[in-house]
Each structure stands twice: as C-alpha cells, then as structure tokens.
C-alpha cells in the first residue's frame, strides 16, 4: 500500500472536515485542534511548544 503524492502532506497536523490527523511530536497541536472540533473552553497556550 503507499500513498498518492497528492494526499501527502509534511504538516504536523492536518484536519479535513471532521477527520484531524498528527504525526511524531504535532499530538499538543492535535490537542488544540480536538479541542476546538469539540468546542471546549481551554487555553491554547497552556503548553508552550
């Protein structure tokens, strides 16, 4: 299986509609994503990357 240069991305994290997806050290930013596709209240600040 491999994926279609086209489907690549070198993001840490990308989000298409409600599919949002990290990798390696992008899972704070993963964090803040799923916190804003839930509507949570937090600081995005709390960690500092």
Do not use: C, H, P, T
């Not at 990308?14 to 799923?34: S, W």
């Amino acid at each position: 299986m491999y994926f279609e240069k086209e489907n690549y991305s070198d993001e840490m994290v990308v989000q298409d509609g409600n599919i949002i997806a990290a990798r390696g050290r992008g899972f704070i930013r993963f964090g803040i994503y799923l916190g804003k596709a839930l509507n949570l209240e937090f600081d995005e600040r709390w960690y500092q990357e």
